[in-house]
């Protein structure tokens, strides 16, 4: 599974997928923290996981 | 996940409504809260020429688009703040945000004004944000009232006002307790201003943002790091996360149970505003605080200068 980290543009690799929080929690974020984009769509915390996919973490942040 | 109105797959998940929306729904709920916001504290009226600060970020693209589409008369105002390639990716933003939605925009470049940010972060020793903060303020004022705009409408969310209160509290602020709030009216030259989304928070700015197709600015400002506001909103994120409704609650408590104790207090032993000696902004001190930056920069240049003494 790809996950690209915004807006940092990062990208990581992780072989485990789980669902949308699990993913969030091994990374240390809260869901009320990021956008979970698949393919243009928005993931609840709930939504399942697959190896293939490629998703972005998008942190909500203001501009000042 | 299903949607709590119509039962289809649920795209956003809101714990503090104990509720789920899918794309369509969302847009509908997001409405709502921003139409109760402006009817519940009479924020403005069909009959208000509205100015918009637009900074490019989700908050108030969302705000100018919402107000749009709810018919109201919308004009965008931009700061130029002059921060190598942030300002010039943010200016973008607003320009082709209005320019898709046809909003009537002007933009303050502060590199005209003689007063961009990163020159005045040198200058100073508080931190920048204040100075920053303040200067937009002063400008965004002056542009309302000079362009005759009777509202100035901002797009502060509720996790921008629930860390400011938190932090007015921690100080406890009572001028700025006394003054914080989603309406503050007109009076002694100042423009109404108003914060309309005050009910929703960055995470519900930030969907709407994205599933209404908002082409926004999410890279943050390059100095917003030590910004002790992003620590509060941390705080109040865990806590939010533990205890989800708790900053709406903390935040409308204070509006219906406090806000007024402390508006009292500070017009009891507050400062009546007059007109800044310089430039006629209201200010407490005689010369304001725009004037006072500007007067500290003229003086630090001039005395910096080599001086050519004869030997
Ligand atoms: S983060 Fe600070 S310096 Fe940057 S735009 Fe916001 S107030 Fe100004
Ligand atoms: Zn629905
Ligand atoms: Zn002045």
Redesign the pocket.
Known sequence: MQILLEPENKVLTLDRAGNVCTLLSRLGIRPGQVLVIRDRELLTPDRKLNPEDKITIRKIVSRG | MK?T??R?KAAVALPRHNAG??P??FLVFFSRQVEKAIKDKKLFTNQDRILVALSGGKDSLALARELQNMEYDVTGLHIDLAIPESSERARGHVIRFCRDYQIPLHVIELEREDLPIPKLKKFFKRPVCSVCGQIKRYYFNRFALENSFSVLATGHNLDDEAARLFSNVLRWDTAYLGDQGPLLPDEQGFVRKVKPLYRLSEFETANYSFLSRIDYSFTPCPYSKGASFTFYKKILDELEHHQPGRKISFYEGFLNRARNTFARLDQEQGKEPAPCSCCGYPTTTGICGVCRIRKTISSRTTASQPTFSRT
Do not use: K, L, T
Request: proline share 0%; net charge neutral.
């Open positions: 949607c109105r119509c289809a929306f899918c369509e729904c």
